[in-house]
């Protein structure tokens, strides 16, 4: 369904100001997750100078007098150098601060300087219970470092204003244990588990897309595909899983969320590379949410990594309203709101509440 003509008017009635800034800090990762969607891009490769901690603070500075929300993530955002310096720096500046990380860096006195810093959440990503925890992210051990990381945030008299949230990817090594999973989780204590299915681009879709871009913005389409991840997927087992995960967390109170929440039928079709999905709605980030590389590019977003223009050269909000933004943002609703390749893009925020 395509944006009504009302809708279009309002999303082009105001100079644009992001509410959400995705800070990624580097691309850089001290771990292997088979399904990373920067696999599918030359990011992690790239050989340009990281944003120096003087560089981030002239960026939040330039803010101005708005609250927004950080969310800051990589790779491994606790591989910059400057870290803390730039979280503490978000966080005096009354901003709220969302941090994903693998958490094999988060030793007792990094989680200790977060918590004191009050960041609003801290997302680990963990995949499995131990032993496929472990296989997933190529190395024997990880899980205990989460493990105690937990302890250490959970343990603290310092968790006042901070939660705690585990994120699983739905995996080809861990679909058919996924409630090992949910019961190994939930012994560790999280505020909450989000389960979220993967992402991934088909043929088909980046076929679609690169013949939009070529047609309508003159560029080349950068991710390349990656359904091959989901070869061993087996949906009708991955959906007793979740069934069983639903069934024990039935009351709702334990913070368990899929996204996206897919029923049966849905779900055979997320996992089918040769099935034609087609989303409803509009990718809102794209009017509400500003993505900053970690060299400074203004991205539409990661999975599509369409570079609008560098703050090293140029004010972001110029950038944010200016002609090549406005360009793609006209070409997404030209295509109905949502680009072929953003129909296995489990981000619902981005979309969700669109017609």
Known sequence: MKPRSGEMEALWSKRLEPTDIALDLTYRCNRSCGFCFLDCTDLKSSKRKELTAGE??????????????????????????????????????????????????????TCLALLKMKVDEIVISIHGDRDTHDRVVGSKGSFELLEKAAGFINASRHKTATLLTFWCTINGLNHKRLFNTYT?????????????????????????????????????????????????????????????????????????????????????????????LKKPGICRAQWDQLWLSPW???????????????????????????????????????????LPVCSRCGRESYYKGSS
């Open 184 to 276: 190994a989780l939930k012994k560790l204590g999280p505020d909450n588990l989000a389960f979220n299915h993967l992402d991934y681009i088909t043929p088909a879709d980046r076929t679609a897309t690169a013949g939009i871009f070529s047609r309508d913005l003159s560029c080349p389409l950068l991710p390349r595909s990656s359904s091959a991840k989901t070869r061993v997927i087996d949906a009708k087992k991955l959906a007793a899983q979740i069934s069983q995960i639903k069934a024990a967390d039935s009351d709702g109170q334990g913070g368990v969320k899929f996204s996206p929440d897919l029923h049966a039928r849905q779900l055979n079709a997320w996992y089918d590379r040769k099935a034609v």
């Open 56 to 109: 981030i603070k002239i960026f939040v500075d330039s803010m101005g007098a708005i609250k927004r929300q950080f969310f800051i993530a990589g790779g491994e955002p606790l591989l910059h150098r400057d870290f803390l310096e730039i979280i503490s720096y978000i966080k005096k500046r009354s901003h709220r601060c969302l941090i994903t990380t693998n958490g094999t860096l988060l030793d007792e006195k």
């Open 296 to 338: 400074g590019d203004v991205l539409t977003c990661v999975p599509l990594i369409h570079t609008l223009g560098s703050i090293r050269q140029r004010p972001w909000r110029e950038i944010y309203n200016g002609a090549e933004f406005r360009a793609f943002r006209e070409t997404l609703l030209k295509a109905g709101g949502l």
